[in-house]
């Protein structure tokens, strides 16, 4: 026959049996997940980072308190194989692998600055850029998005007389461009160059005659320009300034180019005469006898007189146009 308090006792005893397995098991359960997380990176950092070209920049590795055993750069560029470069601290050992271009270094002894410096930048450099320190504490990881940017070169000009054309050139990435006041047709075009840069062009016309100036605003992430032109009279205003400046002077042309032809040949028509008239007065005076039978002839009279008459008339016709 059983006792009640021995049963009690075995009942007891096996419920405490059972409480301390399940602790048993609930510490070694807590004490393996310490150990996963302690096997996986504690941290992880992802930065995009937008430098501009020609510049300096230091790319950082992540900060740790203890003492990194091992750090790895790796940069991935497009078109180019996977560059890496190492140092492990207990052998105080540097390696590198595929790294060809000599702009990107140490940003000083490793030892005591494993960053990693690029100088200058270039459009060549856009990619992935990951630092990784293994330390007793688990891995740390910083990876950076590089995007180089190119400033864009701003230009305004007229096209016709009310059409202005707003450019930005070689920019990376695109800029944007737009107008004050806005314009009445505008029409924007992109061009692409093989260096990943681009050109922006937008073309705008302001039919209103109100407006007389128009602003060009280029926006870009390496910084923002404003610039200013005036433009021409309307159409009205731009016929008569055409008739004023271009016809008008070909019109004086012609007129004064005719007034010189005309007093040219009125006076070429003067020394022929001239010269016709020469010869008769030496045929005189070579024969006198002949100039006296015709001196006392009245018909002779009669034609000398109208010669004489003649030439007096072209004289003063030719001082007339001297005058002139």
């Known amino acids: 026959?059983?006792?009640?308090?021995?049963?009690?006792?075995?009942?007891?005893?096996?419920?405490?049996?059972?409480?301390?397995?399940?602790?048993?098991?609930?510490?070694?359960?807590?004490?393996?997940?310490?150990?996963?997380?302690?096997?996986?990176?504690?941290?992880?950092?992802?930065?995009?980072?937008?430098?501009?070209?020609?510049?300096?920049t230091v790319l950082h590795c992540p900060r740790t308190l203890t003492r990194a055993l091992l750090t790895t750069w790796e940069v991935i560029l497009r078109d180019k194989p996977s560059c890496k470069k190492a140092y492990r601290s207990d052998t105080n050992e540097m390696k590198e692998t595929n790294c060809t271009d000599d702009r990107i270094t140490w940003a000083s002894r490793p030892s005591q600055n494993p960053d990693l410096q690029i100088a200058p930048v270039a459009i060549a450099h856009d990619g992935y850029y990951r630092c990784v320190m293994a330390t007793p504490d688990g891995n740390l990881n910083h990876e950076y998005h590089l995007q180089v940017l190119v400033p864009p070169e701003a230009t305004l000009f007229l096209s016709r007389n009310r059409t202005a054309v707003c450019k930005a050139v070689a920019g990376k990435p695109a800029a944007q461009i737009s107008w004050s006041p806005e314009g009445d047709d505008c029409v924007t075009e992109q061009e692409h160059w093989g260096n990943d840069t681009l050109t922006v062009q937008s073309t705008c016309s302001w039919e209103v005659p109100d407006v007389t100036n128009v602003t060009c605003s280029v926006s870009h992430l390496t910084g923002n320009r404003s610039l200013f032109i005036e433009l021409l009279p309307g159409a009205k205003h731009s016929e008569k300034s055409y008739i004023l400046y271009i016809i008008l002077p070909i019109l004086i042309l012609i007129i004064v180019g005719s007034i010189w032809f005309l007093k040219f040949s009125a006076c070429r028509k003067c020394k022929l005469n001239k010269t016709e008239a020469t010869p008769v007065a030496e045929e005189d005076e070579m024969q006198p006898y002949a100039s006296y039978t015709e001196k006392n002839n009245p018909l002779y009279d009669t034609t000398n007189k109208v010669k004489t008459s003649q030439e007096l008339q072209n004289e003063v016709d030719c001082t007339g146009l001297h005058t002139l």
């Open 1 to 56: 026959m059983l006792c009640p308090w021995r049963t009690a006792d075995l009942g007891l005893l096996l419920i405490l049996t059972i409480f301390s397995v399940a602790a048993s098991n609930s510490s070694y359960m807590d004490g393996k997940r310490m150990t996963q997380i302690s096997s996986t990176p504690v941290s992880e950092v992802y930065t995009s980072l937008s430098v501009v070209i020609d510049t300096n």
